[in-house]
């Protein structure tokens, strides 16, 4: 069953010319919602949609709509999007076409949107949300059995993850929008050898590439969320780094999982890909016969055939010599959400079937995103081998792990013949020295 509309067609193109080069991330067909205002200016932060290079300020222009869209507008005027994710898929519709209708080439309302359109390059960016909560799920078995195979080579795969979307709750107060600057962690590690451990800064600290799921209208207390109905929770997509300290993870994770090893910073990507952007871009949801196949309650017929996302994703570096040589980035991973052994409804279906009552805003964290391919990683710490193969970099540096001064740039797209790019945007972060 498709769920195209008007707002999908690939033929459309923008008064606002950079939404139609082939290689951008915002054409017209995808319009992200995040929070924005002008650099350096004491303006209060307010909700802007992303249209090629440009940013339009919903607040400034909300009355140019009408009916729900105007509803839908007003809810954007703040400082977060929350009250917009609360109001739920009518209200994004709603919005959505109307400005895929203002944003057309010849349309007629371009004189009275064009007033109302922000520069991105003279943008600074907020956290698109107040998170409430934050679940890191772990939806990755090609990461799920290399990691286990590290660490336990007879038994990689705990008996319950193809039964259970495993989870754990995070920290949301140490989620920052992309461009942040943070400090390595510090925390107790202990060498194989050693008889106690020590504190002190990490030497093992890596990325998590993943995407992170913003929950839109919430369940109450006690109420569960039908897979068949949770598509209709879910507002969008970002760019999710969960940085992980593996020394201090090692050391602290039993008996009840990370502690300050996951505590310390995870980085999103600032615009979010509204799941009606991503419709073209769904695919069947697959398991293999020889595998157990879901419970009952995390199976249905349009999650088969739908309920996977095409999501391309990619891990790039930069140096702080490499900075200064201008060299630039390099691509340290890639991998794509279509490989994930949940799918995003499924985890928000299994986080909601004990009456768990999931709030707008809150983040659902997709876990490490692997695939099958060995280069299809997503971390350091699969990609080197736990440390015993470094990687070279075009500086001549190696890298086992990440060093102080490196900046992670994660990005995610979704590409099909005939059909414009969608992007998500950058996520990016820089390790500042311990302190």
């Given at each position: 069953m498709t769920r195209l509309n008007e707002t999908h067609d690939p033929k459309l193109r923008s008064w606002v010319a950079a939404a139609n080069a082939a290689d951008g991330n915002f054409p017209i067909q995808n319009l992200p919602f995040g929070v924005f205002r002008r650099k350096g200016s004491d303006e209060p932060f307010r909700g802007g949609l992303a249209i090629g290079d440009q940013i339009v300020d919903l607040a400034a222009a909300r009355a140019l709509f009408e009916g729900a869209a105007a509803e839908a507008a007003a809810a954007c005027a703040g400082s977060t999007l929350n009250t917009f994710m609360a109001m739920g898929p009518r209200y994004w519709s709603a919005l959505r076409l109307a400005l895929s209708r203002g944003l057309r080439e010849g349309a007629p309302q371009a004189a009275k949107f064009q007033p109302h359109l922000v520069p991105q390059a003279l943008a600074e960016y907020a956290l698109a949300a107040a998170i409430g909560d934050f679940t890191d799920f772990y939806a990755s078995v090609h990461h799920a059995t290399t990691v286990g195979r590290m660490f336990r080579p007879d038994n990689p795969l705990m008996p319950n993850y193809r039964w259970v979307p495993i989870a754990y709750h995070g920290r949301s107060s140490s989620i920052f929008v992309s461009g942040h600057r943070f400090y390595r962690p510090v925390g107790q590690t202990k060498a194989p050898d050693a008889t106690a451990p020590t504190f002190g800064p990490s030497k093992r600290l890596d990325y998590e590439l993943e995407l992170g799921i913003f929950v839109g209208p919430g369940n109450t207390p006690g109420s569960r969320?039908?897979?068949?109905?949770?598509?209709?929770?879910?507002?969008?997509?970002?760019?999710?780094?969960?940085?992980?300290?593996?020394?201090?993870?090692?050391w602290e994770y039993q008996p009840l999982g990370p502690f300050l090893a996951k505590n310390f910073a995870s980085t999103v990507s600032p615009?979010?890909?509204?799941?009606?952007?991503?419709?073209?871009?769904?695919?069947?949801?697959?398991?293999?016969?020889?595998?157990?196949?879901?419970?009952?309650?995390?199976?249905?017929?349009?999650?088969?055939?739908?309920?996977?996302l095409d999501v391309e994703l990619e891990v790039c570096l930069e140096t702080a010599k490499a900075r200064a040589q201008g060299k630039g980035e390099m691509r340290l991973s890639q991998g794509n959400f279509r490989h994930a052994?949940?799918?995003?409804?499924?985890?928000?279906?299994?986080?909601?079937?004990?009456?768990?009552?999931?709030?707008?805003?809150?983040l659902l964290g997709t876990g490490t995103q692997s695939g099958p391919d060995p280069k299809d990683v997503g971390s350091m710490l699969e990609l080197?081998?736990?440390?015993?193969?470094?990687?070279?970099?075009?500086?001549?540096?190696?890298?086992?792990?990440?060093?102080?001064?490196?900046t992670v740039i994660m990005r995610a797209w979704c590409a099909r013949p005939g059909y414009p790019r969608i992007g998500f945007g950058d996520c990016a972060a820089t390790v500042e020295p311990a302190v």
């Open positions: 969320v039908p897979l068949e109905e949770a598509e209709s929770h879910v507002f969008g997509l970002c760019v999710l780094n969960d940085w992980s300290a593996r020394d201090i993870q090692a615009w979010i890909v509204t799941l009606e952007a991503l419709e073209p871009f769904r695919c069947p949801w697959t398991r293999d016969a020889s595998e157990p196949q879901p419970l009952p309650y995390l199976d249905s017929p349009d999650n088969r055939e739908r309920g996977a052994y949940w799918s995003a409804f499924q985890m928000l279906a299994h986080h909601a079937s004990n009456g768990c009552n999931l709030q707008p805003g809150d080197t081998s736990g440390g015993k193969s470094p990687v070279t970099l075009p500086t001549g540096e190696t890298r086992s792990f990440i060093e102080d001064g490196d």
